[in-house]
């Protein structure tokens, strides 16, 4: 009698094992199946830091909270990113995270510290103040630092912002829209957005070709590096004498490699042709109607290349591969002078794809890989471009996308 209650106890233990054991597989399973959603003290507080890399105070935190509780506006968590977006609830947005986001596109190391800049300076103007940002490589503008105790702004050096930075002037506030005729003199034929900038000429007119501002911009503003962008089938009627046409005594070379990109680049990069940066003034030069000797260096190298004449630019790339790159039908694809190029190239579905992927790359620290992600993605460059180009919202709405995870 006890042998065989011993053995009921012993299969009612292994039972209850086996059903404890079910119920804990169940568990595992559901909650696999269905993660915990941040509440919205958590979302408001991930959105913040994402944004301004620094935790709310607790009135900011509730009134986030609050606008994500009450939906308000319809959409609580981009409402919500608007507060860490608004200088007065979130300076370090400015001063810090879009610093940090915009310095790598003002030099050839891509380094983010480096001296604050005009270039950074306009680039941060533009998105507090919700210019459109496919102007940005056009556009007749420059942003100053408005603070006591500054060098006056000069196109000759850098010490207006380097000063101000090393003064801990909040730049969420203290930047002042100007024009780049105004503070430097440039010619209004002569400026291009932050390519005319004097950090922008100092990085990529010096010496050279000025062939480095035309790949940095691909770089930095649509997202391919020129191996992405190599075109064999263009012809190579304009590019350039110093592209030697058998390098190595091997013209295959040149026809399977370098024409790719030169094809493309030359005839567009030929919009710089009258930009240079003297390394002894060091300051901008801009010589209207004077092609500057870099773009006529090397002639020897193949003396039957091509001879640039003006700044007359034309893209070659409207058609095969490239054509990809989402080229605006309404303009016109060739012109003169770096702003109609700037034009060219900021109006690409390239050029807006590549701002809302950086974006979310930096807010949500992460690449958008998933298939929600390339989802998310979609929505928000559509956003951008009815939203005439506002960059702020872009943050905003990348932040309240991924405010969950």
Request: hydrophobic share 40%.
């Amino acid at each position: 009698m006890k042998q065989r209650s011993k053995n009921r106890r012993r299969r009612d233990g292994v039972a209850r094992r086996a059903t404890c054991g079910a119920c804990v597989l169940a568990l595992l399973a559901a909650q696999a199946a269905a993660p915990a959603v941040a509440g919205p003290y958590e979302q408001a507080r991930r959105i913040y830091e994402r944004l301004a890399g620094v935790p709310p105070s607790a009135t900011v935190l509730q009134m986030m909270a609050n606008d994500i509780i009450n939906n308000t506006g319809g959409n609580g968590l981009v409402t919500a990113a608007a507060v860490a977006t608004n200088p007065q609830y979130a300076p370090d947005f400015y001063d810090v995270t879009l610093k940090e986001f915009i310095n790598p596109w003002t030099n050839r190391n891509q380094s983010a510290f480096v001296p604050f800049n005009d270039y950074t300076a306009t680039v941060i103007g533009m998105i507090r103040d919700d210019i459109p940002f496919n102007t940005v490589l056009s556009a007749n503008i420059l942003y100053t630092v408005n603070a006591p105790n500054l060098p006056p702004v000069s196109p000759a050096n850098n010490d207006h912002y380097a000063t101000a930075e090393a003064n801990g002037v909040d730049f969420s506030t203290a930047l002042t829209q100007t024009t780049q005729t105004a503070a430097y003199g440039t010619p209004s034929q002569g400026v291009a957005g932050v390519w005319t900038t004097r950090a922008g000429a100092a990085a990529y007119f010096v010496l050279g070709t000025n062939r480095a501002q035309f790949r940095f911009t691909m770089l930095n503003y649509l997202c391919h590096d020129m191996q992405l962008v190599m075109d064999n089938t263009r012809p190579t009627d304009r590019v350039r004498q110093d592209v030697a046409r058998s390098p190595g005594g091997d013209s295959r070379v040149f026809l399977n490699n370098c024409a790719g990109c030169h094809s493309g680049m030359d005839p567009m990069a030929q919009a710089f042709a009258y930009y240079d940066f003297n390394t002894t003034t060091n300051q901008m030069v801009y010589a209207q109607g004077q092609v500057q000797p870099k773009y006529v260096k090397n002639p020897q190298n193949f003396p039957w290349g091509f001879v640039t004449p003006d700044d007359t630019w034309r893209n070659r790339w409207r058609t095969g591969p490239n054509a990809d790159l989402g080229w605006d039908q309404s303009l016109p694809g060739s012109g003169e002078g770096a702003a109609s190029l700037g034009m060219e190239l900021e109006n690409t579905t390239a050029f807006a794809n590549c701002q809302v992927v950086k974006v979310f790359q930096t807010v949500c620290m992460r690449a958008p890989t998933s298939s929600a992600d390339q989802t998310t993605i979609a929505g928000i460059q559509a956003l951008f471009v009815q939203s005439n180009y506002d960059l702020k919202q872009v943050f905003q709405q990348s932040a309240a996308s991924c405010a969950g995870s």
